[in-house]
């Protein structure tokens, strides 16, 4: 099984800060990466998928890089409705998701 | 457009088997597209529970997959997942959703149903 590791595990920003989390794999997913965003008593949201591409109608303020081991999502410019707990997901082998990043307010 | 919907019991007996339904309304089943399910226990991550092709072609998490079924109604536009000797580890928000690029991203997702495990 693919471990996906999310780092920071909590994000402390002010809005129109700009947001760095990171997502590690255990092994090499070749681009084969996603990410979403979840706020609380909402289901997941595609914002991510194949490492850099956006999925329907998400803002370019988001945007995703990385490929094998190591990726990165970047908010450029944080609104107060980015503020969520946001999950990497690969498809390489199986389906597997991280632990999460909570950004917060701070 | 599309959207999914999730129903079914909210209160299982351990031991006793799951069994969630998916009701998929603007698209037809029958068309294309993966759909599968995804679990969240409370105050945790998410977890991929298997997907469904409208041919019944059928991926399983490993960890899952003794215990896991799920099946196709395309008479009802419905998906369908039964978990079997569940126990109070798999109490979770349950969420159905389409996938695309294979079933691999889940771009359209349910509000999600609680089940508990008690």
């Known amino acids: 099984e693919i471990v996906l590791t999310q780092s920071p595990a909590t994000l402390s920003l002010s809005p129109g800060d700009r947001a760095t989390l990171s997502c590690r794999a255990s092994q090499s997913v070749s681009s084969y990466l996603a990410w979403y965003q979840q706020k609380p008593g909402q289901a997941p949201r595609l914002l991510i998928y194949?490492?850099?591409n956006r999925a329907t109608g998400i803002p370019a303020r988001f945007s995703g890089s990385g490929s094998g081991t190591d990726f990165t999502l970047t908010i450029s410019s944080l609104e107060p409705e980015d503020f969520a707990v946001y999950y990497c997901q690969q498809r390489s082998n199986w389906i597997t998701f991280g632990q999460g990043t909570r950004l917060e307010i701070k | 457009q599309v959207q999914v919907q999730e129903s079914g019991p909210g209160l299982v007996k351990p031991s006793e088997t799951l069994s969630l339904t998916c009701t998929v309304s603007?698209?037809?089943?029958?068309?294309?597209?993966?759909w599968g399910w995804i679990r969240q226990p409370p105050g945790k991550g998410l977890e991929w529970i298997g997907s469904i092709y409208y041919s019944g072609v059928t991926y399983y998490n490993p960890s899952l997959k003794s215990r896991v079924t799920i099946s196709v109604d395309t008479s009802k536009n419905q998906f369908s997942l039964k978990l079997s000797s569940v126990t109070a580890a798999d109490t979770a928000v349950y969420y159905c959703?389409?996938?695309?690029?294979?079933?691999?991203?889940?771009?359209?997702w349910g509000k999600g149903t609680t089940v508990t495990v008690s």
């Open positions: 603007g698209y037809s089943i029958s068309s294309g597209y993966y």
């Open positions: 959703a389409r996938a695309f690029k294979g079933y691999y991203y889940m771009d359209v």
């Open positions: 194949d490492a850099s």
